[in-house]
């Protein structure tokens, strides 16, 4: 079946713009995680959505992100007035709502702040 | 709050060398463990898993088995091949509330025929 899907693939922006990116998870799966990975680094938590809402967003840096997922399906992360510090790759994950809760990742969107 | 740490790479091996990758954990409560691999140009897979102490997680010849006394999570493989070539992550997710995950930064392995 379709794994999950991140859109676009890459994104270069200038300082100061804002940025959408769009996570499709897979179909049914409830629960849905957005990550920030730097070059060499692992991914880092941002915000993770049970159905609709938010359950955890302590891992947002600051007020310029933002995310959604208003039908429990689709999700949003949102970047406002951008800086070159956000250029990273940006990963979606799903998990089904049965443990042990394992997750699955999309190919990620490649942001770059010029 | 809850961190993995693992050894750091590249480590770089032959082929039909023996893997360890070693990761450590810290982290209130029973976490479920997991390993994760990124192939070049690819997205991050889970490789295998772990929820409780003592469960040995396997898959395509690697194995790992969740030390609750030594808070350990390292990876085996016997005999690794050049398709292993990759950089592979620790990581934990919490019992907690949240239910989110906390990764290792990685540790890149090139295999050489």
């Known amino acids: 079946g379709a794994g999950v899907s991140q859109t676009p693939s890459n994104k270069v922006t200038e300082k100061g713009k804002y940025v959408e990116l769009r996570c499709d998870p897979i179909s049914g799966h409830t629960a849905l995680y957005w990550y920030r990975q730097s070059l060499g680094q692992g991914p880092e938590f941002l915000i993770y959505f049970q159905g609709t809402g938010a359950a955890d967003d302590s891992g947002l840096p600051n007020d310029r992100f933002f995310a959604v997922r208003p039908e429990g399906s689709v999700s949003t992360l949102k970047i406002q007035r951008t800086e070159r510090g956000d250029s990273a790759v940006y990963l979606c994950a799903s998990s089904p709502d049965r443990g042990p809760y394992e997750q699955y990742f999309g190919p990620g969107t490649r942001l770059t702040v010029t | 709050g809850n961190s993995v740490t693992q050894m750091e790479g590249p480590v770089t091996l032959s082929e039909e060398a023996f893997l360890t990758i070693n990761c450590t954990y810290t982290?209130?409560?029973?976490?479920?463990l997991f390993w994760y691999v990124q192939y070049p140009g690819e997205g991050l897979q889970l490789l295998l898993k772990?929820?409780?102490?003592?469960d040995k997680g396997s898959n395509k010849g690697f194995e790992a088995t969740y030390r609750k006394e030594t808070t350990s999570f390292h990876l085996e493989k016997g005999s690794v091949q050049v398709s292993d070539s990759a950089v592979y992550f620790c990581?934990?997710?919490?019992?907690?509330?949240?239910?989110?995950?906390?990764f290792g930064p990685g540790t890149r392995l090139s295999v050489l025929p």
């Open positions: 990581a934990l997710r919490s019992d907690n509330y949240g239910q989110n995950f906390v």
């Open positions: 772990a929820t409780k102490a003592d």
């Open positions: 982290a209130t409560g029973y976490p479920s």
